[in-house]
């Protein structure tokens, strides 16, 4: 068996990728077989269809016109293998969120006509809509690595393993690009769409949410999906991609050549088993009653228990040979280090996993202190809703920070980095769940959203709103789950940058590597202020881009109340059309600056300085983390606030407690679906772009 997985195992991972890109296709056509509701249902849903479709497409258009540059810089400056990895891994990333969000947006039609048969058929349209999206990410992220590691080498267009990781740093840059735009650009433009439905429709014109007068309303539900499953399905890809790339690139660049087949296939095995056991997760996820959460995370936990199983006789197949012979580094990572030791680096990596979760779910459920916290304090005023809001997204910062120190140094102690790698790729073996729980969100909002314009009867809406308010939690709670996983995957990239360094830096008459980095250094220094700046700079851009383009929506939607008064008596239409145009030239025009800043500087001070390079991305890992943790758990807190106040808690729906967490929730939207979540792929578009560059960088 050891043989075979070594000598097979990317044919081994391509299956398991295989079998999850078919669990898409045959749930994608049990899904489209199920009723679409009637005409009117059919027409919403159609809107949403056609502008989310044309937001992507267009989208794709402008990062093509990005990429084709460096597709020839990558040619000039690395070699033609990298520079098609990185096509390999745009487009498949560009499908999959394409793809993902396609059929999430015909899922959500029929989650409302299913919904009036109760909440276990609902939850099962919504949740097997939600697994194809998640499903594709992981199945062709594998495919993706698997396949192109496969024909590099098996063609001979590369001499060594280490090459053809090498090449892999390409497709990651690739999933990368496309994801920073993804989550960007889809995040400018739902929550644009958002706040200005909000400020206009429900502040100004007192009309309820998803009220078909408003004109943005098509526009807020595309949002939706361009945002939360697009944008997430693409952050994930490409976390999983950099990840499996990242821990291939430990392997034989610690290890040499005696055992790098073994070392480059046993992350590729790992995640083809944990798509067969996130597969039987899926499977099993309903419910008879109306327990909603406890159906959806039923599915999470057997899938990681199954994941932690199967771990332990792959590490025993590949490794125990390469273990029992010593392979080791030079300064020993692997020294004594056994099966054992590297399977419960799997098994510290599936318990941050949950951790997070847990972490997450408790700063933004309205179950617990923190969002009771901001919904008591929005009784005394706007200004008090914010100050709360702000102190909760900061504290929410300390546990996940905890967890993941206390990860990294038990991991580190049991196998060194490279345990560490192991860690964060066994922590990636939920994302086809986890992103199946994202796009949940979108497609239950959309639901409610639908049965709303549609008038369906108050028992679908009785359905579609609990929901809703999963989807909402479940939303939450992957963001959590994605900046951890970027942050532990951002610090195996750049130990994977150190060790790349080597051969430049004998090159340049250095000895070891042990002078780089030194936080004495002054160059350091800068280089850590850099990085923080980036992040902190990126966000900026972000939220003022929401802003800008927000302003825009309300403008728009004030004319065309102005201008077409029967809109709010029934007797004339809103143009949803031209709202949706004008949030998607917006968010078009507004993501371009802000993404080439973890491309561009990184460059620049690369050229200048290797040691300042090396702190801006230590400044860039550590800055990132906490900037994106208390910017989507405030934010996510911001918004179940408003939904507790609403539920009836502190004055309900239209007390003054109501108008400040409108307010709150407001500010919060473009920190939890904009500037937070894209803070994920700048990190590892940054550290990315400084392995490519390595061969300019200045000693």
């Known amino acids: 068996m050891t043989d075979f997985l070594t000598d097979h195992g990317v044919v081994f991972a391509l299956f398991c990728a295989a079998i999850a890109v078919l669990y898409g296709i045959i749930v994608t056509q049990r899904l489209l077989a ?87 058929p609902a939850l099962d349209v919504a949740f ?111 976390t999983y991609a950099v990840t499996t790339v990242a821990v291939m690139l430990l392997g034989v660049l610690y290890f040499g050549d005696a055992y790098s087949t073994s070392l480059a296939m046993y992350p590729l095995v790992l995640g083809g088993v944990a798509i067969i056991a996130s597969i039987i997760g899926a499977l099993l996820v309903g419910t008879k009653t109306d327990r909603v959460e406890g159906a959806l995370y039923r599915g999470l936990v057997i899938s990681g228990v199954l994941s932690i199983i199967a771990f332990y006789p792959v590490t025993d197949w590949i490794m125990s040979e390469p273990l029992a012979n010593g392979v080791i580094d030079v300064s020993n990572t692997l020294s004594g280090t056994t099966v054992t030791d590297l399977w419960l680096c ?34 005394t005023g706007h200004a008090t809703n914010i100050i709360q809001g702000l102190a909760q997204g900061m504290q929410a910062t300390a546990a996940p920070a905890l967890v993941l120190a206390f990860a990294i140094l038990a991991a580190n102690e049991l196998a060194g980095i490279y345990g560490i790698g192991v860690a964060v790729m066994a922590q990636l073996s939920l994302t086809g769940l986890i992103v199946a729980l ?28 609990p929901l809703d308010a999963v989807g909402n939690t479940t939303k939450a709670v992957t963001k959590g789950y994605a900046i951890g996983s970027a942050a532990l995957a951002a610090l195996v990239l750049f130990a ?64 065309q109340f102005k201008e077409k008064p029967g809109i709010m008596d029934g007797t004339e239409k809103p143009d949803y059309r031209q709202a949706v145009a004008l949030v998607t030239a917006a968010a078009q025009k507004e993501m371009i600056l802000p993404s080439l800043i973890p491309i561009v ?31 989507t758990a405030g934010g996510g ?17 239209g007390s003054d407690a109501h108008a400040a967490s409108i307010t709150g929730d407001t500010v919060g939207d473009p920190y939890k679906d904009t500037a937070g979540p894209a803070i994920n792929p700048m990190i590892k578009v940054a550290n990315i772009v400084a392995i490519l560059i390595i061969p300019i960088v200045h000693f």
Not at 179 to 187: T, Y
Not at 448 to 457: T, V
């Open 346 to 379: 799997a098994v510290i990596g599936v318990a941050v996993t949950a951790l997070l979760f847990v972490i997450t779910d408790y700063y933004t459920s309205t179950r617990f202190r923190p969002v009771n916290a901001i919904a008591e304090a929005s009784q």
């Open 637 to 653: 807190a911001w918004d179940n606030a408003k939904k507790l106040i609403e539920d009836g808690e502190y004055g309900g729906k």
């Open 128 to 238: 097997k809509g939600g697994s194809v999206t998640g499903m594709l990410v992981v199945g062709l992220a594998l495919l993706g690595v698997a396949g192109y590691f496969g024909i590099l080498t098996l063609t001979g267009a590369v001499d060594s393993d280490k090459e053809a990781v090498d090449a892999l740093i390409g497709l990651g840059f690739g999933g990368s690009l496309i994801s920073v735009f993804a989550r960007l650009g889809g995040g400018i433009f739902t929550k644009a769409a958002d706040v200005g439905a909000d400020l206009v429709g429900k502040v100004e014109a007192g009309i309820p949410e998803d009220d078909p007068r408003n004109p943005a309303v098509i526009a807020d539900n595309v949002g939706d999906n361009v945002g939360d499953c697009a944008g997430m399905a693409a952050d994930l890809f490409e």
């Open 496 to 559: 994977a940058f150190k060790a790349e360094l080597a051969p430049e830096a004998a090159k340049a008459g250095l000895a070891d590597l042990d002078g780089l980095f030194n936080l004495s250094s002054p160059e350091v220094l800068v280089g850590l202020i850099i990085g923080g700046m980036m992040v902190y700079l990126f966000s900026a851009l972000a939220i003022e881009s929401v802003g800008r383009a927000g302003g825009q929506v309300v403008e728009e939607v004030r004319r």
């Open 601 to 631: 500087i990184p460059v620049i001070v690369g050229i200048l300085s290797v040691d300042a390079l090396g702190g801006l991305l230590i400044g860039v890992i550590i800055v990132g983390l906490f900037a994106a943790i208390s910017m």
């Open 438 to 465: 994202d796009a949940f969100g979108p497609i239950t909002d959309n639901a409610g959203g639908i049965a709303e314009m549609a008038e369906l009867p108050e028992e679908v809406r009785n359905v579609t709103d």
């Open 34 to 120: 199920k009723p679409a509701g009637n005409e009117r249902m059919q027409e919403i849903s159609g809107a949403i269809q056609e502008g989310a479709s044309a937001y992507l497409t267009r989208q794709y258009l402008i990062i093509a016109v990005v990429a084709l540059p460096l597709v020839i810089l990558l040619a000039v400056l690395q070699n033609w293998q990298t520079a098609l990895g990185f096509i390999v891994g745009a487009v498949l990333s560009g499908a999959t969120g394409f793809i993902g969000m396609n059929l999430s947006v015909r899922a959500n039609s029929r989650v409302a006509e299913a919904a009036r048969g109760g909440v276990p």
